[in-house]
């Protein structure tokens, strides 16, 4: 799939200088897509490691499609980047802050980089400017960030903040861009919100609300997300207690139009930089609002225990994990990207080295430095002499692994598939043993069948029925 070419449009938009602060993720992204939209955007990066691979046409995160989009738009002049804050707002009626907005040790949002750059961007503006938070906030940031930049500003010069969350995923990131399922607009003011609209092209479905509102779309969308998966990892393991087909099960839900076939891949348990984030801070804030967030509460404490499940299955698998050779593929916290912020495969290697385990580990794009691992180019050179192989990123190309080759060089026969990415047949037909999330040990059948057998007797009744 080109991502570029499927991201042109049509469509027209009113040019606009915007500077975009912070060149992560969703900055670069924002900035690279909206020059291609035709806006003339100033790319601050404070990093100075990070802003010398961009000035040097390097793009320091691994996003499909987005370098040819940096490429072509530095080239023709569209997007320029700088560390010069003062530069960049020079005129400019729009800033974008993209800046990270990481949990605290007790979950709570950090949004000192936020009021940072919001200040920054405020002391720096020359006319009226809209400050447009696309990082992810708990609702009250921007009206209170209002306030707290407000006293920064020259004389005459007017900061409003808008709220404008950015719903992309790594690994597709460009992609999403220009197929938004919505773009939320959160303003106080009706003049500000189609301003900040009019960035994006008309047909894009737009949702207008006040700022608290936009934020919260944004909060509640993850937290969804993240109940969707426990919910999808709690089915899985009662399809595996009761000998269920897992994909079976899941893929009858999804079909539901009402329920939707995405995000219910049982796996190692959700990570990465926002959902983790984002479901910690939607508890803390729905608690300081005094409205306990059950449902959210759980899918978390289910989505700490999917680690304990997948190391014990191993563990089962192998009778012991200490002094075991073992292979785990994939670091990244999801396929598609470089990233391993809060990655479940790194949970997972830290654990099996914590628990006496060798590891040794391989990633396509990813590199961890974690003690007692070495990490290895190939994933065949990751399997040699392995007791078990652990597939713990769903990379695609893990798919294509030769079984045969991959028996020659295993000293085990295990083979723990945790994203469900293999092909099952071929690598039992090989000789290994597969295990996978929702899919274990042979179930007995008898105490499955036992209970509805007990509920339909009469209660009080002698069984007349003999169990098979
Ligand atoms: C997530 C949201 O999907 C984006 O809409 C949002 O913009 C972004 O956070 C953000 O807040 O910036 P992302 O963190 O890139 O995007 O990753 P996801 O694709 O949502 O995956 C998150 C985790 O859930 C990964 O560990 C993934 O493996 C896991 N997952 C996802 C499952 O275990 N099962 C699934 O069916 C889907």
Redesign the pocket.
Known sequence: MNLVECSRTSETVEPTRICVIGAGY?GLTAAACLSELGHEVRCVEVDAVRLAALSGGEIPIYEPGLDELVTRHASSGRLTFSDDVAGAMDGVGVALLCVGTPPRADGEPDLRQLGRAATAAAAAATTDVALVVKS?VPPGTCEALELFVGGHAREGVRVSVVSNP?????GRAVWDFFHPDRVVVGADDPELARAVAGLYPASWPLVACSRRSAELVKYAS?TF?AVK?SF?NEVAALCEALGAETDKVLGGVGLDERIGGA???P?PG??????PK?LSGFIAVAESAGRPAEVARAAQRANDTSLVTLVAKIESALGTLDGRTIAVLGLA??AGTDDTRFS?AVALVAELVGRGANVRAHDPIARVVEPNVSQVADPYEAAHGADALVVATGWAQYRELDPARLRESMTGHVIVDAVGVLAIEPLREAGFDLYGIGRGLVTSFAPVLWRPLEWMLDAGQPSEVSLP
């Open positions: 969703v992810t950015e719903f992309l995923r790594e993850n997300l998966i999808a995000f219910l891949n796996g959700f990570g990465g930089s926002c959902l984002d916290f999801k479940p």
